[in-house]
Nanobody, 126 residues
């Protein structure tokens, strides 16, 4: 499975961005039954969970720092994962990665994920 993240860019504080993550490859039917997530990594910091979603979108989880500002969703028919980011802050600046989990649930643990995208840069200026 290949995961291709896109939609990153530079925006001023208070602005919005929408990230997309398109899945492709031989195991694509399997991945549609898996949980997926968005992680981010800022310079000098560890990779951290941003949001995760279960296989059917029925369950989501968010980090406290983005709760109420970011929305994760997926379109299984298009094999695509989304992250709508509103009210962006400078501390949201990071490389954002999408990932597919081994299980079907929404997991906050990076160890639960076995497929990773290449990352897309998000820069928020004050």
């Amino acid at each position: 499975v290949q995961l291709q993240a896109s939609g990153g860019g530079s925006v001023q504080a208070g602005g919005s961005l929408r990230l997309s993550c398109a899945a492709s490859g031989r195991m694509i039917r399997t991945i549609s039954n898996n949980g997926m997530g968005w992680f981010r990594q800022a310079p000098g910091k560890e990779r951290q969970i941003v949001a995760a979603i279960s296989w059917n979108g029925g369950s989501t989880t968010y980090s406290d720092s983005v709760k109420g500002r970011f929305t994760i969703s997926r379109d299984r028919s298009k094999n695509t994962l989304y992250l709508q980011m509103d009210s962006l802050k400078p501390e949201d600046t990071a490389v954002y990665y999408c990932a597919a989990a081994r299980g079907s649930f929404a997991s906050s643990e990076a160890a639960s994920y076995n497929y990773w995208g290449q990352g897309t840069q998000v820069t928020v200026s004050s």
